[in-house]
């Protein structure tokens, strides 16, 4: 089994560099994780991922081991200002959540750097709107739930990501399994920094990359939960319609984390479109 090579910073001032896990052989494949956890959530995966990638497991700032970091949590820009630090020449990105933001951001402001681009159970817009450009609903997290995550964020931080765990689990038929673990991994590093966690937050209430989905030249992969109930089934329609060259697929029975729910297949599928794009 391959040996993890930790990347930290190494220097007493904030952010200098982003705690990066690396593992494996193989092309580059850079995994951002969600809100609320840091990179060791991908370990279900790791085992499976590490025969044919080099992965670098990247805690976002404020997150996990790159807790000293919030300070570069504050808008999608300061994220990909901290995330080019750390970035392979070239890599296959893969983002979660709103780790899809952020490699999304990632591979629109540095497209040579990415070889293809993989979201998972991730949206371009994450909060619903009541009207948009053409007059239509948007699909997404109600704008109160956010809200009332960033109002119980002041009150107990351990009971909000708890709470936010639980809703990203809903509906799976191993959520509890699945809640379970994301837990325990969280719990095997720093708790995420309060302003960190506010940012992302905001991050999830403001940001709209919907426009600059147009702008992405690389191959381009999205995964999706059946069960997901922060990125609704009609979120994934519109980005089939809007982006008709980027393949997309829906695990039946995983809701937010379809590779915790389904890891052998999840493996086995994205595995086969990096092959395709490469």
Request: negative net charge; contains cysteine.
């Amino acid at each position: 089994m391959s040996e993890i090579v930790a990347t930290e910073s190494k220097n007493a001032s904030p952010c200098t560099t982003l705690h990066v896990d690396i593992v494996g052989d193989g092309p580059d494949l850079v995994l951002l994780h969600g809100w609320g956890l840091n990179g060791a959530c991908w370990q279900s995966i790791v085992p499976l991922l590490s025969q044919h990638y080099r992965l670098h497991l990247v805690d976002l700032p404020g997150f996990g081991f790159s807790h000293d970091c919030h300070v570069a949590s504050g808008t999608l820009a300061d994220i990909t200002d901290a995330l080019i630090k750390i970035a392979p020449a070239n890599a296959v990105w893969l983002g979660w959540s709103l780790g899809g933001l952020c490699a999304t951001d990632f591979a629109l402001q540095y497209p040579h750097r990415v070889s293809a681009l993989v979201t998972v159970a991730s949206s371009p817009k994450f909060m619903a709107a009541a009207q948009v450009e053409d007059s239509a609903t948007w699909p997404g997290i109600a704008e109160q739930v956010l809200a009332q995550f960033q109002q119980q964020l002041q009150q107990d931080l351990s009971q909000t990501i708890n709470r936010f765990l639980a809703i990203q689990g809903m509906g799976s038929a191993t959520a509890k399994q699945d809640i379970k673990q994301l837990k325990s991994l969280l719990a095997a590093r720093p708790q995420p920094h309060a302003q960190a966690l506010s940012n992302g937050l905001t991050l999830l209430s403001t940001v709209d990359l919907r426009a600059q989905l147009a702008n992405l030249t690389m191959p381009f992969y999205r995964c999706y939960g059946r069960l997901d109930s922060l990125v609704p089934q009609a979120t994934v329609a519109w980005m089939d319609n809007y982006l008709p060259q980027s393949p997309s697929l829906i695990f039946k029975a995983s809701s937010h984390a379809p590779f915790i729910s389904e890891p052998t297949l999840f493996v086995n599928k994205l595995q086969a479109f990096i092959n395709n794009a490469l």
